[in-house]
């Protein structure tokens, strides 16, 4: 029963973690080049950023509930490796980036396209994001059923 418990908000932590991850990834990748596309992503992000962490916290209470009994395996140390790169880079996300935004905002400055410089270190966080979630979704789906 604790097993079924974990999975299913390991599931729901996919449901909402991933989701809210694939809005803010397309918006952010449309905002590269277009003013319209970066405010809007940037009053999304507001929305999308707590959800994403809601999204990790139940995969953790669910990872804790349905790997408990199980024996750690090579691959669920994959699981947990890609799982601390994804808090990683969310808190990278949270606690540098979120604020650069925020600031923006505040400043009038949100229709404005971001520097190259920022928008270069949003695009590695991106790809972390993309393969982490994605990456983690397929290994868990593969070797867990």
């Known amino acids: 029963m604790t097993a079924f418990v974990g999975l299913f908000f390991i599931i729901a932590g996919y449901i909402v973690g991933l989701g809210s991850v694939t809005v803010i990834d397309i918006l952010g990748f449309l905002g590269r080049t277009s003013s319209y596309w970066t405010e809007s992503t940037i009053r999304a992000h507001k929305v999308t950023k707590p959800l994403i962490w809601l999204g990790l916290f139940l995969i953790l209470f669910g990872g804790i509930l349905f790997f408990q009994n199980k024996e750690l395996t090579q691959n669920l140390i994959y699981l947990i490796l890609i799982f601390t790169i994804l808090v990683t880079n969310g808190i990278f996300l ?3 980036v979120s604020p650069i935004l925020l ?3 505040r400043k009038g400055k949100i229709k404005e396209i971001l ?3 920022l928008q270069s270190k949003i ?3 991106f790809i972390i994001s ?3 979630w994605w990456g983690s979704l397929i290994l868990f789906l593969l070797n867990y059923f």
Do not use: M
Request: proline share 13%; charged share 20%; no cysteine.
């Open 103 to 105: 600031e923006r905002e």
């Open 123 to 125: 695009f590695i966080s």
């Open 115 to 117: 520097p190259p410089s």
């Open 130 to 132: 993309f393969l982490g």
């Open 94 to 96: 949270s606690f540098y």
